[in-house]
Structures are given as structure tokens and as C-alpha cells.
């Protein structure tokens, strides 16, 4: 099925290790997004690709780094995981003149930091 | 900036009652988007209705509507004859034309049989 796929679904870091969240979109969508959720929190940005080539900084950008690689994949990177950094990941996408339709999300990726 | 206010974190509703999940914001653009997704337990974001500000007429999708108050900055879910799959945490989403779409913290729906 067409959509947004992430991976891994599931995810246990220790403290100081290093991982990469993958994300992919085959909607031909320009923009992607990565989102962290927490309870109570709702779902906060993290980083954004407006389109392939570009990134920009989010609401909660520190501890993290991102790549477009292209028009299909934006991945997300914990250069040295803290626990604060444990949390559900979703990797969004839309396209640039229609994110007024909303995004499609992926199915998450949680990730413990121990 | 952006703000979302969904003021009730946890509400119950009995099977086949109607419910109405509440959600205010603040902007100060005149034209914008707001959204109400769903997020059931399997945890994937599906989007359940979309209501454009400039639009008086308030969104409908099936039991699923919406009561747009544009002045009063008021945007809730109204869902009817509701069902034991509606169980969900339910996020209203604010954009105005950017490439951020500023979220709520949620508020989680149970349906009792």
C-alpha cells in the first residue's frame, strides 16, 4: 500500500549509542516531517524537509540531526542517545502546496533509551 | 506563535451515545486549517476531518463533525452513535498555510459497551 514506512517499529538504546530512524514516502510527496510524541505532550516537530535539498529546525531540534536523502527518504539521527530522548517518532509527509489537506503519517517507531 | 488547547485529557462515553471532544486555539492569521486526527492503540495517525477557516460551513465525514466557531477560536469533534472502534487518543491540529502543523495534547476517548 502507498504511504509512509519507518523503521525499525521498535528500538532499545543505551545511553551514549548512536542509531538512525529511516523513513520513506512513495506519495511523490515534496515535504517530510519527524514528530516525537510523549504522553501528555501531544506531538511535537522535530525537524522538517520543505523539500529534497532542504532541512530546517523544528520545536525540539537538539539532540538531533537529519538528512533528505532524496525525494523519498528523510532520516532522522541520535548522534549519542540520552533518556530523555526515549519517546514515539513519527515520520510525516505531504505534499508542499497541499499540507493544508494534513499529513500522512507513518506508523511510529518507539524508542527506549536506557 | 501557534497555540492548541484541548482541555480535557480523558473522556468515556457509552456505545451508541453522542460525545463532544473540545479544542481551542490561538492565531492570529485569518486563514488557516484545523484538523482532528485519531490515533487508536495500534498508534498510527489517521486523520478524521478537516474544516478550512475561511469556510462557514462546518465539516462532515459520516458520524464525525465538526462545530467551527471562528470568533470564539473553537474547533470540537462532535462524534455520533459512537462505537466501541472509536476507542482513541484524538489530537485537533492547527496550520495556517505553513509547513507545520501545530498539535494539541490529545485527549483520550474510551467507548463503554
Known amino acids: 500500500n502507498a504511504g509512509v514506512t519507518q523503521t525499525p517499529k521498535f528500538q532499545v538504546l543505551k545511553t551514549g549509542q548512536s542509531m538512525t530512524l529511516q523513513c520513506a514516502q512513495d506519495?511523490?510527496?515534496?515535504?517530510m516531517y519527524w514528530y516525537r510524541q510523549d504522553p501528555g505532550m501531544g506531538l511535537r516537530l522535530i525537524y522538517y524537509s520543505a523539500s529534497e535539498g532542504t532541512t530546517d529546525k523544528g520545536e525540539v531540534p537538539n539532540g538531533y540531526n537529519v538528512s533528505r536523502l532524496n525525494k523519498r527518504e528523510f532520516s532522522l539521527r541520535l548522534e549519542s542517545a540520552a533518556p530523555s530522548q526515549t519517546s514515539v517518532y513519527f515520520c510525516?509527509?505531504?505534499?508542499?502546496?497541499?499540507?493544508?489537506?494534513?499529513?500522512?503519517f507513518g506508523s511510529g517507531t518507539r524508542l527506549t533509551v536506557v | 506563535a501557534q497555540t492548541v488547547t484541548q482541555s480535557q485529557p480523558e473522556m468515556s462515553v457509552q456505545e451508541a451515545e453522542t460525545v463532544t471532544l473540545s479544542c481551542t486555539y490561538d492565531t492570529s492569521e485569518s486563514n488557516y486549517y484545523l484538523f482532528w486526527y485519531k490515533q487508536p492503540p495500534s498508534r498510527q495517525m489517521i486523520l478524521v476531518i478537516r474544516?478550512?477557516?475561511?469556510?462557514?460551513q462546518n465539516a462532515t465525514e459520516n458520524r464525525f463533525s465538526v462545530n467551527f466557531q471562528k470568533a470564539a477560536k473553537s474547533f470540537s469533534l462532535k462524534i455520533s452513535d459512537s462505537q466501541l472502534g472509536d476507542t482513541a487518543m484524538y489530537f485537533c491540529?492547527?496550520?495556517?498555510?505553513?509547513?507545520?502543523?501545530?498539535f494539541g495534547k490529545g485527549t483520550k476517548l474510551s467507548v463503554i459497551p
Open positions: 474544516q478550512e477557516a475561511y469556510k462557514q
Open positions: 491540529a492547527f496550520t495556517a498555510g505553513s509547513y507545520q502543523l501545530t
Open positions: 510525516a509527509s505531504s505534499q508542499r502546496d497541499r499540507s493544508n489537506y494534513g499529513y500522512t
Open positions: 506519495m511523490n510527496h515534496n515535504s
